[in-house]
């Protein structure tokens, strides 16, 4: 039997070179099965954004006043960049605050989903924010280890305070296994129990409503981006370990190719609990979420140099979108009746293509879409 030499290489991604680790002599048909087993991520904690800039609009991050700006984290020993990985695939874009032990944000690409209930989960934890050898997949916690540097389940014991809040909800996730892997802690916060429940579960069921119907790209295909984050508090920390964020905030953005014109919102509320199981967040302008989050000396913007409206929202769809949980009435500081007042242009280098609705529901039934 033919047998070939295989050196296997390192790769030194801080000092740009190659260092010989193995060589290897194996046949050929062992060769191509261990090919096979060759996992094609990176690590899963990385040190920069734009590993994972497949879940951004235009591979673009935001800029976040003194934790990201211009693509630059500003401070790497307290934020970490977690391309979210699990079973061998990246299912989302986590920064996230080693020392307040929650997220900054989540940022995903959502691609509607395939009518899964929410999944019965257990809670996993994030190897390599504690070792970077380990694996790059999300895994649950060992109980013989201490954990420094993120939350584990026992931190988030509040007596039915708070709840574990998603950032990256479930039900916005795609598949069984995209579902699953939101139930990392890394993508959790403490949230009050009626507002994660209520007001804030409410704006999730709407939005989601708004990009299944209205966020078609030029091939007919569901398509939208999503950042949601979290505020950190002062000094309003869950057993003495877990940063209680102040607010929630979140914001999408898609080009709709049935409307032909790019559509944007965003929400933010106080985390504190609903006064009224009716409360419903109102729906903002990004330049309104930009101005709420924004410094003295650094902006504050969600899809930076994008075709995103920063002064109209969607809210005047929801009359035509029938039981999604959305305001009743449209509440907007500026929502004129067109939508947007920018000339819209399809993202680059694709056409735009008209669909019926029962031709977009068969494509939208019969795609697999990977990245």
């Not at 420094?148 to 988030?156: G, M, W």
């Not at 708070?162 to 909800?169: E, Q, T």
């Not at 709709?256 to 929400?267: E, G, K, Q, R, V």
């Amino acid at each position: 039997m033919t047998a070939v030499s295989v050196t296997i290489w390192r790769v030194d991604t801080s000092q740009l070179r190659m260092s010989s680790i193995q060589t290897y002599f194996l046949s050929i048909p062992a060769l191509l099965f261990q090919i096979l087993l060759i996992d094609p991520t990176l690590a899963e904690v990385v040190t920069s954004i734009s590993i994972c800039k497949q879940f951004l609009l235009e591979e673009t991050p935001p800029q976040v006043p003194g934790v990201l700006e211009s693509g630059n984290i500003v401070n790497q020993n307290q934020y970490k960049p977690i391309c979210q990985t699990y079973k061998n695939k990246r299912r989302f874009l986590t920064l996230y605050d080693i020392k307040n032990k929650i997220p900054v944000f989540s940022a995903y690409k959502y691609i509607g989903d395939v009518a899964i209930k929410r999944p019965r989960s257990h809670w996993q934890i994030e190897p390599q924010l504690e070792n970077e050898n380990d694996s790059n997949n999300m895994r649950r916690k060992d109980k013989e280890k201490i954990y420094n540097h993120q939350a584990v389940d026992i931190d988030f014991k509040s007596n039915g305070t708070y709840d574990k809040g998603h950032i990256f909800p479930s039900s916005h996730a795609f598949t069984k296994d995209d579902k699953l892997a939101t139930f990392t802690l890394t993508n959790i916060v403490p949230q009050a129990r009626t507002f994660n429940q209520g007001s804030w579960n409410k704006m999730e069921r709407c939005i989601k409503c708004v990009m299944d119907k209205y966020c078609k790209n030029s091939s007919g295909v569901t398509e939208a981006f999503v950042i949601t984050g979290a505020q950190p508090s002062s000094n309003n920390v869950l057993n003495n370990k877990i940063n209680i964020p102040s607010m929630l905030w979140s914001a999408f953005c898609c080009y709709s190719s049935n409307m032909d014109m790019w559509i944007a919102s965003a929400h933010w509320g106080e985390n504190v609990p609903d006064e009224s199981k009716h409360k419903y967040l109102q729906t903002e302008t990004l330049s309104e979420l930009h101005n709420k989050l924004r410094t003295a000396d650094s902006e504050f913007n969600m899809f930076p140099g994008t075709q995103c409206p920063l002064h109209k929202t969607v809210s005047q769809l929801y009359p035509d979108i029938k039981n999604c949980f959305c305001p009743s009435s449209i509440s907007t500081t500026s929502a004129p009746s067109n939508l947007t007042t920018a000339t819209p242009t399809p993202p680059s280098g694709s056409t735009t293509l008209q669909l019926t609705p029962t031709l977009q529901i068969l494509l939208l039934t019969h795609r697999f879409l990977y990245f």
